[in-house]
Nanobody, 124 residues
Framework: QVRLVESGGGLVQAGASLRLSCAAS????????MGWFRQPPAKEREFVAA????????DYAGSVRGRFTISRDNAKNTLWLEMNGLKSEDAAVYYC?????????????????WGQGTQVTISS
């Protein structure tokens, strides 16, 4: 069973950058699509970004496109989310998840394994 552990969250000022990491262990990583989701305070969980198994195809939510970059290194069993130009509305708990499929997919029900989340807080 794959275990996902996120790290890299924290408190930053608006406009700053953060790089989130997701370390996978205990199972198959390099044949699965991966995704980042977030849950802002008092809101539903939402899609942020997704990447296919090879790292050659990505997709982003419109609110983060051009500011966030998802990437992966299958040799290191690691997924990243580079976040630039952070805004107050980016504040949330960020989760990485492993898809049941190898390609890029958005719906959360396509993801079967989730990490515990890492908090991102934005100060103005």
């Amino acid at each position: 069973q794959v275990r996902l552990v996120e790290s890299g969250g924290g408190l930053v000022q608006a406009g700053a950058s953060l790089r989130l990491s997701c370390a996978a262990s205990g199972g198959t990583f390099n044949s699965s699509g991966m995704g980042w989701f977030r849950q802002p305070p008092a809101k539903e969980r939402e899609f942020v970004a997704a990447i296919n198994w090879a790292g050659t195809n990505t997709d982003y939510a419109g609110s983060v496109r051009g500011r966030f970059t998802i990437s992966r290194d299958n040799a290191k069993n690691t997924l990243w989310l580079e976040m630039n130009g952070l805004k107050s509305e980016d504040a949330a708990v960020y989760y990485c998840a492993r898809s049941r499929y190898g390609g890029v997919t958005i719906p959360s029900y396509h993801y079967g394994i989730w990490g515990q989340g890492t908090q991102v807080t934005i100060s103005s």
